[in-house]
């Protein structure tokens, strides 16, 4: 059993990580104010696509569906055979495959903004859903990597909350965390409805349409394309680990609690 102090460490970092994730950036909120005019701007075919992928993560959240992966390589990478002994693992040999793991998906997420960003707006309808879809997956694998199986109905809801937070500004953030933490506190409590779930669209939209928009340029999309896909990817793995990391953190430490 890992030491109790070395894992009250690692939570104390992750608090304080939750802390300084509850405001943006003044580029951020800048890139905010002209979007309704931007919004104008933006391709019907995006919008379009847009309300597609809606309607997927709606049916992703009740049924999985096509978004779901497959436990079986994570697990072997993590050396173990079955979800269940996964909580037994340290918390060293998460954090090393769920690192190898974001390494990936961050490289494959540039590439694809690279290729797509050549043909401006027209492959820029292909990329945004194909980038969400990529970072559901990321989410699911990072989840299966601590223990928590995404097959799961309550995991799915965790998982696009860590999507939600990952976009969301500082009252949003506060306001996930809230819930966030009583769902850590209470595992088998699920959330009985998620409230607002097209708002992860939406915070989407509007924090990051607006720099999408370059990638509509053919040629030069391929820079900002790229550069975009990074940083996303980037926003959302280190959202899915410390997230699910901090879950694993608390139920390793009631280990340590006396029995009563």
Known sequence: MEAKLQ????????????????????????????????DKLTPKMVHRKLGQWLDELGSYIQNGGKYLVKKENILERLGVTSLEEVPHLPLETMDCVCDELIEARVTFAQLQGAATGIGGALTLAVDIPALLGLALKTLQEIAIIYGYDPNEKQERVFVVKCLQFAAADIVGKKAILEELASFTGQRERVFSELQGWREVMMTFRDQYGWKKLFQAVPIIGVIFGSLFNKSFMEDIAETGKMLYRKRRIIEKLKQWEPDV
């Open 7 to 38: 894992l009250q460490e690692e939570l104390k970092r992750i608090n304080q990580w939750e802390h300084s994730q509850k405001d943006l950036w003044f580029w951020e909120k800048l890139g905010r104010l002209p979007f309704q005019v931007l």
